[in-house]
């Protein structure tokens, strides 16, 4: 093989490389526009995760829910009616205890 060729293999080469890199640029082209917009999005989305929380903590306060329970008809334990009544001792059949089966075993012989 005569330098001639291996000149005319070589420019090939780079030729093909050269337009490989080329068209790698040209199919990135839009990345950096992309990147910048995804940034923007995940900021927007920090914003409304950060807005969504402190919603969830002041909906979620004690205040917030002692409001709400009044609201609907909840009577707090301190104006409740308060009645002192008698439990009766349980029956002696509910106090006793099963006892438990003994233990069996079963061999079998192949």
């Known amino acids: 093989m ?12 780079y030729f093909i ?9 040209y ?3 839009d990345l950096p526009t992309r990147i910048t917009e995804l940034q923007d999005q995940e900021e927007q989305l920090y ?8 919603e969830l903590q002041s909906l979620t306060s004690p205040v917030r829910i002692r409001e709400w ?3 609907n008809g909840m ?3 301190s104006k409740a009616k308060k009645e002192p009544t ?6 002696q ?18």
């Open 27 to 29: 199919i990135q082209r």
């Open 93 to 110: 059949e509910t106090l006793t205890l099963p006892q438990p089966k003994p233990l069996e075993v079963e061999t079998q012989w192949n």
């Open 17 to 25: 490389l050269a337009t490989v890199l080329v068209a790698w640029r």
């Open 69 to 71: 329970a009044v609201k």
């Open 2 to 13: 005569s330098w001639q060729d291996r000149a005319v293999r070589y420019m090939l080469v």
């Open 75 to 77: 009577i707090p334990f």
């Open 47 to 54: 914003n409304e995760r950060s807005n969504l929380s402190i």
């Open 86 to 91: 008698d439990f009766e001792a349980p029956s």
